[in-house]
């Protein structure tokens, strides 16, 4: 058994416990194995034993009368855990730590990065933004070509179809010119339909997903 099996079959164990822990747990034993190593996954699986444990020993956890959640997942000792070097170390301590304390941290520690993460807020909003200015530019163009090519469409065959009663040439290109103006019209709805219906609602799920991941990043610092 690899690692990706065993996370597989621990989540599949875990299938009838919520969404939230199901995600916390199977989040911790990812980061378990990173922080271990790859050459270290044979040992982390020694030491964890099956899915099945694993997953017995979450359920413990939640169901104990001081808590029911897994904010502080159960902790491993062994070869494994020394070997996974100083990134579990001080994420072990932050865990340790009071909410208070914590949240100090946090913010003396966003206090110090702001050039850093503001420069990347900044250039995250404008990318969006210039995005937004882009679809909404195809969308206006759009409707301009719609509206102009039905109207213009519109005159230019019924004027090639008057002026076919004097000038027959005349009137045969006016009305080619009118059809024409009318297929660009027609062409420019269905883009413009397309583009609402699907690009719209991508848009909006995108930025949801994002701020939903955004939240649970924040929830699982604190």
Not at 74 to 87: I, L, N, Y
Not at 99 to 107: A, V
Not at 134 to 149: F, N
């Amino acid at each position: 058994m690899n690692k990706e099996e065993f996370l597989l079959r621990l989540e599949r164990l875990l299938y009838d416990i919520p969404r939230e822990e199901r995600e916390e747990a199977l989040e911790y034993y990812r980061n378990y194995f990173a922080d271990a190593g790859e050459e270290n996954e044979a040992a982390v699986l020694a030491e964890l034993g099956s899915p099945e444990k694993a997953a017995a020993g979450i359920r413990e956890g939640l169901a104990a009368p001081e808590g029911g959640s897994l904010e502080h997942p159960p902790v491993f000792s062994g070869k494994a855990k020394e070997s996974s070097g100083t990134g579990r170390n001080w994420r072990s301590a932050f865990r340790d730590m009071d909410k208070q304390s914590r949240m100090i941290l946090l913010i003396i520690t966003a206090i110090l990065a702001f050039p850093i993460w503001s420069g990347a807020a900044a250039g995250l909003l404008g990318l969006l933004a210039g995005a937004v200015c882009l679809i909404l530019g195809i969308v206006l163009a759009l409707g301009v070509l719609s509206v102009g090519g039905a109207v213009g469409g519109l005159a230019c065959a019924a004027v090639g179809i008057y002026v076919c009663t004097r000038a027959l040439p005349y009137g045969l290109l006016l009305l080619g010119v009118g059809l024409l103006l009318l297929a660009v019209g027609c062409i420019s709805v269905v883009l413009l339909l397309l583009l609402c219906s699907k690009t719209f609602p991508w848009l909006v799920g995108a930025a949801s997903d994002l701020l939903r991941r955004l939240w649970k990043w924040g929830r699982s610092l604190a």
